[in-house]
């Protein structure tokens, strides 16, 4: 009798079942992307403060990083700077050395999850290389005020992990610790506002 696959899907709070492996847009709610995201802690958990840094807030920062880098960017693209995480929703938040030690097929999970996301919410399954640019240098301010502001790193040890940022955005920028449900729903809130706007 041949052997059975292990189960590769996982049950969603909606009620919907991800297959991991082969992952379909109709199986992709928001409702369940914010509420993942919001409980999935950055840093390993490792940062200062009585609530984690969750990958929802950090979706977050990196939004309003990029609008403000980008203020004339279609709305499109600032739900994908807000869903750039997204899959971590499934798979989890890990610190580049762990990625790395993984190898590849993190990666590559990454990559179909992203891709169901994006056709889901209607963006193209893979953005534009000058756009997925544009969101990475957001996100690294995010990780760079993170790691300065509630990780225990210095700036210089932020300046050689994430390189020198913008200090005049910098400033105007400070991380936000909030109860889960409190992100979740601002999460799901500005997810809304981008929809309807598209």
């Known amino acids: 009798m041949p052997k059975a696959q292990p189960r590769a899907w996982q049950r969603m709070l909606s009620g919907r079942r991800l297959d991991l492996l082969d992952p379909t847009p109709m199986d992709i709610e928001i409702e369940d992307i914010a509420h993942g995201l919001a409980f999935v802690a950055r840093w390993n958990g490792q940062t ?15 939004t309003e990083i990029f ?8 709305t499109k693209w600032r739900l994908a700077a807000l869903l ?9 938040d890990m610190i580049s050395p762990v990625k790395a030690a993984v190898g590849p097929g993190y990666g590559a999970l990454d990559e179909r999850l992203t891709a169901a996301i994006h056709l889901r919410f209607g963006l193209p399954a893979q953005i534009p290389a000058t756009v997925k640019r544009q969101i990475k240098k957001a996100d690294k301010l995010s990780a760079w005020l993170e790691a300065a502001q509630i ?6 040890e932020a300046d050689k992990l994430f390189g020198k940022q913008d200090a005049t955005l910098a400033k105007t920028l400070s991380i936000r610790l909030r109860p889960p449900v409190e992100v979740r729903d601002e999460f799901t809130a500005l997810y809304h506002a981008l929809a309807n706007a598209l």
């Open 84 to 92: 750039h995480d997204a899959p971590e929703y499934v798979i989890g």
């Open 151 to 156: 990780a225990g790193f210095s700036e210089t």
């Open 48 to 62: 200062n403060g009585d609530f984690a840094y969750s990958v929802a807030e950090h979706s977050l920062l990196v």
């Open 67 to 74: 609008t403000r880098q980008h203020p004339k960017a279609p």
